[in-house]
C-alpha cells in the first residue's frame, strides 16, 4: 500500500508539473508570437518609414536641384546642379554637385565664388520654398555679385529677377553694382546729410 501511494504521489506531482510546464511553454509560445508580430510590425513600420523618407527625400530633392539649376544657369548657362543621396552610418546624406558637361564637381573643388554665392542663395530660396508654413518672404541680400565678372553681372540681376517672380519672394538688395540696379524694379539713394540716413527713390532714367 505505501508503494502504491508512493507511485501515486510521484504521478500526481508529475503531472503537475507537466501542466505547469504545458502552462510555462504556452505562455513562452505566446510572448515569441507577440514578439513576432511586434517585429513584423517594426519591419513594417520601417518600409513605411523608408517609402515615406524616400518620397520626401524626392520632393526635397527635385524642388531644390529645379531652384538651383534656375539660378545657376540663368548666370551660367553650361552649368546646373544636382543633389546625391546615399545611406552612410545608417543615415541619409545629400552630397550637392555641380554638373558641366555631364562631369560632377564638388564645390569644395575650385569652381568660382561667384558660383558657389548663386548656389548658395538658391539653396536658401529652394529651402524657403519647401518651409510650411513659411516665413516672411523677403530676402535681403548685400553686393552679391561682388564675385561676378562684369559680363555675368547683369545675368545676375535677370536671375534674381526670375526667382523673385518664379517664388513670390521680393528680394532687397544693397548695391554701388550699376548692372544690377538696372534689373531693379524699384531703386532708392541712401543719403547722409549730418549724419542721418534719408532714402529717396531714384529714377534709374533721368537721375
Known amino acids: 500500500m505505501t508503494t502504491l501511494q508512493t507511485y501515486n504521489d510521484f504521478y500526481t506531482t508529475a503531472n503537475a508539473r507537466k501542466e505547469i510546464a504545458a502552462d510555462t511553454l504556452a505562455q513562452l509560445v505566446g510572448r515569441a508570437t507577440i514578439a513576432q508580430e511586434r517585429a513584423s510590425n517594426l519591419e513594417k513600420a520601417r518600409e513605411i518609414a523608408q517609402c515615406v523618407l524616400l518620397l520626401t527625400q524626392g520632393r526635397v530633392k527635385t524642388a531644390i536641384e529645379e531652384i538651383v539649376t534656375l539660378a545657376l544657369s540663368t548666370v551660367y548657362p553650361e552649368l546646373s546642379f544636382e543633389l546625391e543621396y546615399e545611406i552612410k552610418r545608417n543615415q541619409s546624406e545629400a552630397t550637392p554637385w555641380i554638373v ?15 558660383v558657389l554665392d548663386i548656389v548658395s542663395l538658391g539653396i536658401r530660396l529652394a529651402l524657403w520654398a519647401l518651409m510650411e508654413p513659411k516665413p516672411a518672404n523677403i530676402f535681403i541680400l548685400d553686393e552679391p555679385a561682388k564675385f561676378l565678372s562684369r559680363d555675368r553681372q547683369p545675368l545676375f540681376g535677370e536671375m534674381l529677377n526670375q526667382l523673385s517672380k518664379t517664388l513670390g519672394v521680393q528680394i532687397l538688395i544693397v548695391s554701388h553694382n550699376n548692372a544690377i540696379i538696372d534689373s531693379a524694379d524699384k531703386v532708392y539713394k541712401i543719403s547722409q546729410p549730418n549724419g542721418i540716413s534719408i532714402a529717396a527713390e531714384y529714377n534709374k532714367e533721368t537721375d
Do not use: I
Open 100 to 114: 558641366e558637361n555631364d562631369e560632377q564637381h564638388s564645390p569644395r573643388d575650385e569652381v568660382g565664388g561667384g
